[in-house]
């Protein structure tokens, strides 16, 4: 019995893979760290490098369990552009405009739009995470058929949805807590 299963990964997919990872690591930092240092700076910019090579290559990356939505009619399986695809699109422009943001956070708008936008960004790849975790590492799959043994796949594993709700609640409240900061620094500087 296997651990893992790595032998359908493509060389784009161990760039992304590796990508992603560098993003969860420097991400974790950014959001216990100390903000508007010089090492928060060479941290977002390392982590604004690592997504967007990791979604540029999710963009590349087809298989056939890809989904194709089309309005009116309930999803079907497709090769090609799908789900997935337009949701690292969406979130390539979720990190441009947090980027975009940082570079302007005299104004009101960008210095809220900044923390929003990487939190928000940072979800998305916590999310991808735990949908690779339940479809990849056989103790994580199994854990979740332990849970919810009548479950075919992902949509039907319970320890997915208690393990997705606790971490909307985690970056709910650092979305909430950067708000509270930046209004809290704003006062200051005024």
């Known amino acids: 019995m296997r651990a893992m299963k790595i032998d359908d990964i493509s060389l784009i997919g161990w760039v992304h893979m590796l990508a992603y990872v560098v993003a969860m690591i420097v991400g974790a930092m950014q959001l216990v760290a100390r903000k508007r240092t010089a090492s928060h700076r060479l941290r977002g910019e390392t982590y604004f490098a690592a997504m ?3 979604n540029i290559t999710a ?3 087809f298989r056939v369990q890809d989904l194709f939505f089309r309005i009116g009619q309930p999803p079907v399986f497709h090769k090609g552009f799908g789900a997935f695809h337009w949701l690292a699109a969406v979130t390539l422009l979720i990190v441009l405009l947090g980027r975009v943001s940082a570079l ?3 104004h009101a708008f960008f210095a809220y739009a900044h ?3 990487m939190i928000l960004s940072y979800w998305i790849l916590i999310g991808g995470a735990l949908q690779e975790l339940f479809v990849r590492v056989d103790l994580a799959r199994q854990a979740a058929l332990a849970i919810s043994p009548g479950a075919r796949n992902l949509a039907g594993y319970k320890l997915a ?3 997705t709700f606790s ?3 985690i970056l709910l ?3 909430a807590t950067a708000v ?3 209004r809290r620094f704003r006062r200051q500087v005024a």
């Open 59 to 61: 963009m590349v990356i």
């Open 161 to 163: 949805y208690i393990v």
């Open 173 to 175: 409240a650092a979305m």
């Open 52 to 54: 967007v090579v990791a």
């Open 104 to 106: 302007r956070q005299r």
């Open 115 to 117: 923390p929003i936008c």
């Open 180 to 182: 509270v900061e930046v």
């Open 167 to 169: 971490l909307d609640a």
